[in-house]
Nanobody, 124 residues
Framework: QVQLIESGGGLVQAGGSLRLSCAAS????????MGWFRQTPGKEREFVAG????????YDEESVQGRFIISRDNNKNTVSLQMNSLGPEDTAVYYC?????????????????WGQGTQVAVSS
């Protein structure tokens, strides 16, 4: 059974940092692209960052603005999201996702496995 388990969420003050991690029980993890999405109540889940099987990264620049860094460790089957200079607008549930294609994508439908999410709250 495939599991993606996120960790690292929490409450942080504006300007602070958090590092989210996702542990994946995926065979051939290194062949999957991985992504981070986020969702707030009443809104659709939105793309934040993605990373290809080889480590190439893409971001939603409008929301990230150079503050986040996605990375992966194929030896440990993990993907991380380093989030810096956080603001209240970053408050959301953050989800880890896996795409079989191996190519990083901002398309929600490209991802076939999803974690349960981890809450990030940023106070002003």
């Amino acid at each position: 059974q495939v599991q993606l388990i996120e960790s690292g969420g929490g409450l942080v003050q504006a300007g602070g940092s958090l590092r989210l991690s996702c542990a994946a029980s995926l065979r051939s993890f290194s062949s999957y692209a991985m992504g981070w999405f986020r969702q707030t109540p009443g809104k659709e889940r939105e793309f934040v960052a993605g990373i290809s099987w080889a480590g190439g990264a893409i971001y939603d620049e409008e929301s990230v603005q150079g503050r986040f860094i996605i990375s992966r460790d194929n030896n440990k089957n993990t993907v991380s999201l380093q989030m810096n200079s956080l603001g209240p607008e970053d408050t959301a549930v953050y989800y880890c996702a896996a795409a079989r294609t191996g190519i990083a994508s901002s398309n929600f439908h490209a991802y076939v496995y999803w974690g349960q999410g981890t809450q990030v709250a940023v106070s002003s």
